[in-house]
């Protein structure tokens, strides 16, 4: 059956350092990958999308890289600051040929950056 | 920016009531879905629309769910008759089109569902 596990449920980390997040999925052939934030009692921010042709992607502090062969995802957010406390969910969109659109998210990432 | 909007933020109901959760979407937005999140789990997909009728759902979204866009605007959850498992925080979400790409899901603060 199809899963993603993001592997860590909980990071804390030290202001100032790069917080690195993993997504991994199993029998998914997914077209692109997307990470979103989430607070509590909020919904999920959109952050990044990566696509299967894409290794690497940047926004500010933030980067993603998707390696299909090992069908993982990292999310680092550099120079990380206690405003960036949130949990980090990665998301794929089902199958690519289907055309399906509905969302599998992973559990998600407690990230807790420390001052 | 524009924001999906949803109303109520939380809503408190009797098992076996009906409740309506409603969502703006993006105004420029064309596909519409709904998921839900119980208090410490995941984010679980419930419904997609487009084009006035469900383009897939769900195991979750059974008969006593519906959809409906009573106007252009507006985008709205029923469930007909509420159980206790029913209670999670619904998200409304809209994308402004199904093309790779361009489908980013933009989430709403959610409505909370407590079923008394």
């Known amino acids: 059956s199809q899963k993603i596990e993001q592997n860590s449920e909980a990071l804390n980390i030290q202001e100032g350092k790069t917080a690195t997040l993993t997504c991994n999925y199993t029998?998914?052939?997914?077209?692109?990958l997307q990470w979103y934030r989430q607070d509590p009692g909020r919904g999920p921010v959109f952050l990044l999308l990566i696509r299967e042709n894409e290794k690497e992607k940047r926004k500010e502090r933030l980067k993603v890289t998707f390696d299909t062969t090992l069908k993982q995802s990292l999310f680092h957010i550099t120079a990380s600051q206690p405003a960036d406390s949130a949990t980090y969910l990665c998301?794929?969109?089902?199958?690519?040929?289907?055309?399906?659109?509905?969302?599998?998210f992973g559990s998600g990432t407690r990230l807790q950056v420390q001052p | 920016e524009p924001e999906v909007t949803q109303t109520p933020s939380h809503q408190v109901t009797q098992m076996g009531q009906e409740v309506i959760l409603r969502c703006v979407p993006i105004?420029?937005?064309?596909?519409f879905y709904w998921y839900r999140q119980i208090l410490g789990q995941k984010v679980e997909f419930l419904v997609s629309f487009y084009n006035n009728e469900i383009s897939e759902k769900s195991e979750i979204f059974d008969d006593q769910f519906s959809v409906e866009r009573p106007d252009g605007s507006n985008f709205t959850l029923k469930i007909r008759s509420t159980k206790l498992e029913d209670s999670a925080m619904y998200f409304c979400?809209?994308?402004?089109?199904?093309?790779?790409?361009?489908?980013?899901?933009?989430f709403g603060p959610g409505t909370r569902l407590t079923v008394l």
């Open positions: 979400a809209s994308s402004f089109s199904a093309s790779f790409g361009t489908d980013t899901q933009y």
């Open positions: 029998n998914y052939s997914p077209a692109y």
């Open positions: 998301a794929l969109a089902k199958v690519r040929d289907t055309g399906r659109r509905a969302l599998t």
């Open positions: 105004s420029n937005h064309l596909y």
